[in-house]
């Protein structure tokens, strides 16, 4: 049983687990760094700025900064009063509005508070207290503030060098996380493109291109924006998240308990997300890779869509498929509309709501005020839950994108595929033998009936047939294109089976009908870039089929830029080259696919000629449509409906007046009435 596209994504990242590790770890310490910012500020708050209120000791002498002068006596905060220090008595500085009071005497410091008459009235819930207080003026409550300057300085230091910290650390955890990122997209593009040579061919047969490129590209694209962005974005913020829980918890628990209620309200909005995300982001992606299967084929088959007047029926199509790529995003436009800001915000205001509710009833209570510091605390590290909120929310699209993407990467990696196995083998004569073959490209309606031939070593054998009987099936087999259900296939006697694809097509050539030419230049399409084959090989070969007549009139010769497909060159040009690819190679067997089908008459002149030097010292197999060019074959094989009904040289087949010969002289009539 294959795992989900979750746990196969979670796999890739483990690959380079190093990192994400250290990077989260890097994480955690700037995160908790950042965190201690509003608990530095509760402190600055309570202890210092307004730490002046309470209890104030009159010692006898002025011994170090903690101690204030007023009206000639000392006192120190009683927080700060170390035991052995002689204590002359208590008083306390409390403020009433906008105005501080020097009382003398222990006061308490919670309940409701006025100024009346002189004197300060303390309302509590054992009743009305009522003091004599002596007004502070601002030159007189200052001295009382200053022992707090150098803590506060202090503090305000240490947050900064806690934040310069932090920021170093957020530096490596990003750059960690983005770096494993890339590597696990790379690892994953690398593996898919390899697994596109392990497939079997006739998985090509039935895609598009544009839909494989749009696997290979635009769906990693999206899973890397998974692991780039939304690892790091989703990462950071529950961790986020952890430490101003932590952090609430450690302010008041009860509160801490309440905002976990968040939790259970975004995880299940994620679930309804997934629900409808994955469906249309599934039919959005199927789309992206139609639109590129059909723009690929627009192109390539441009020339023909207008000389048809085609351009109309093309649009049309084109735009059928982006109304529904359009309909789809415009679906998860809507869905992501009631997310991010919409939805954050409507949590942030029933937390808050909730916020006010509690501390607002609780404040009813006179013996429950809260000290500012702690407000200021916990309605920053509220602000601060939902940022991080608000990122998660934000990259649900981006989530469900990558599960769709990772579910398309997925179907084709599990494609059953076979491995590349490049290993030499000894260079083969070249003796084929097919014994009692039969092949169907759908395991039910054969092309191939119990075929049985054999051809030596540095013969040339010829196929030919009407379109449908089966020649071009034989070349597939023999490539190891595909593999025949019954029967075997030998080559110097040893089955084909018993070697990977790639040692059988080793010591083998081909040229296609079409031939294709890569982008680069004319001598690195001979070489194929291939280091046993140097520069001087590709153009002796080049030369010995006759293509140095039009190279020479090339701009840069044998360096001439070859475009996509080598549209710049003719057919007849394009063949020669290919020719030559072959000759550079030394191939033992040489397969032919109706190279000459679409020349002219005087380019298969120069043709026949490259041929003759092609096929010296090598088995040769042609599929020809011109039975003028395969007279001198050794053994010509006529196929009808997957079986070899006549067999034998060219004067052999037409002294039996067969098949062969009525194809012949229906050729040969075709030329007459030509000429």
Known sequence: MKASTEKRLVQYAMHYKKGILIGLFCLSIAVTLELAGPLIAKRVIDEHILGVEGEWQQVAVNDDRYTVTYEDEFYKRSDRVEGTERQLGQVTVLQVGHNYYFVEEEVPLTGKRSMENGQITIETADGSLTYNGEKLSLNEIYPFFEPEKRPIILLLGLYVVLLVIAGFFQFYQTFLLQKSSNQIVQKMRNDIFAHTQRVPINYYVDQPAGKIVARVTNDTEAIRDLYERVLSIIVTSIIYMAGVFIALFFLDPKLGAICLLLIPLILGWMKVYKHFGTKYNAVIRTTISEINGNINEA???????????????????????????????????????????????????????????????????????????????IVDYLTRLFEPVTNIVNQLPLIEQARAAGNRVFELLDRDGEQVVNDRIDRYKGDVRFDHVSFSYDSDDYVLKDISFEVKSGQTAAFVGHTGSGKSSIMNLLFRFYDPQKGRITIDGHPTMDWSRQQVRSHMGIVLQDPFLFSGTIISNVTMNDPRIDRDTAIEALKAVGADRFIAKLPNGYDERVTESGSTFSLGERQLISFARALAFDPAILILDEATANIDTETEAIIQQALEVLKKGRTTMVIAHRLSTIQQADSIFVLENGTIKEQGNHQHLINQEGLYYHMYQMQQGKVKRAV
């Open 299 to 377: 192109i390539q088959g441009m020339p023909i869509i207008q000389a048809f007047s085609r351009e109309k029926k093309t649009k049309d199509e084109f735009e059928k498929l982006n109304e529904r790529h359009f309909i789809y995003q415009r679906k998860l436009v809507k869905l992501s509309a009631l997310t991010s800001y919409n939805l954050v915000t409507v949590f942030r205001n029933l937390a808050f709501v909730g916020f006010i509710w509690y501390f607002g009833s609780a404040s009813l209570d006179p013996e429950s005020i809260l000290s500012i510091g702690m407000l200021y605390a």
